[in-house]
Antibody
Framework: QVQLVESGGGVVQPGRSLRLSCAASGFTFNSYAMHWVRQAPGKGLEWVAVISYDGTNKYYADSVKGRFTISRDNSKNTQYLQMNSLRAEDTALYYC???????????????WGQGTLVTVSS | DIQMTQSPSSLSASVGDRVTITCQASQDIRNYLNWYQQKPGKAPKLLIYGASNLEAGVPSRFSGSGSGTDFTFTISSLQTEDIATYYCQQDDNFPYTFGQGTKLEIK
């Protein structure tokens, strides 16, 4: 069965960095696009970033562009989110999510992990 | 960016009721509209993709319709296990955007 397991969250001071990981299993990882979606406490869902199946294409939300970097290692079935210059407003539960990708079009989120909590606080 | 406006933001209904949630996009997104269910403390779950396609394993009481800018999500007969927050989301253009959510409660 499809499994996405996030790790790397924690409490970090403003301006510092953190790297999240998402370990995938139960499917052919290098055939799917992968996303990060976050949810601030008590708030709605916010898409953060996506990486295409082969790592060629990456897109970011304006709120994280220039600070966050998405990457993947298809040999390890793992995707990453490097978060630099963290701000209080980055505090959220960060979900890893999978998307079907066909002919370079990336679709809906069909599987989600359980999330890893990032708290940015001094 | 494409803005997704979902209504209502909260809804109280009785078991067996027909429940409808609407989602309006700020521009034409064709049929690139998806619906998710999020129960408290859980990750979101895909219910409907491509505006009207039921994800495998999702009960048939859930349905979606619409195209362009106006979309509808329906639960034909509300069950107690449907208590959750529901989100629409467009995958027509990046950045992908969500509606603000509809919290569904049992009356």
């Amino acid at each position: 069965q499809v499994q996405l397991v996030e790790s790397g969250g924690g409490v970090v001071q403003p301006g510092r960095s953190l790297r999240l990981s998402c370990a995938a299993s139960g499917f052919t990882f290098n055939s799917y696009a992968m996303h990060w979606v976050r949810q601030a406490p008590g708030k709605g869902l916010e898409w953060v970033a996506v990486i295409s199946y082969d790592g060629t294409n990456k897109y970011y939300a304006d709120s994280v562009k220039g600070r966050f970097t998405i990457s993947r290692d298809n040999s390890k079935n793992t995707q990453y989110l490097q978060m630099n210059s963290l701000r209080a407003e980055d505090t959220a539960l960060y979900y890893c999510a999978r998307s079907p990708e066909l002919l370079r079009r990336i679709y809906y989120f069909d599987y989600w992990g359980q999330g890893t909590l990032v708290t940015v606080s001094s | 960016d494409i803005q997704m406006t979902q209504s209502p933001s909260s809804l109280s209904a009785s078991v067996g009721d027909r429940v409808t949630i609407t989602c309006q996009a700020s521009q034409d997104i064709r049929n690139y509209l998806n619906w998710y269910q999020q129960k408290p403390g859980k990750a979101p779950k895909l219910l409907i993709y491509g505006a009207s396609n039921l994800e495998a394993g999702v009960p048939s009481r859930f349905s979606g319709s619409g195209s362009g800018t106006d979309f509808t999500f329906t639960i034909s007969s509300l069950q107690t296990e449907d208590i959750a927050t529901y989100y629409c989301q467009q995958d027509d253009n990046f950045p992908y955007t969500f509606g603000q959510g509809t919290k569904l409660e049992i009356k």
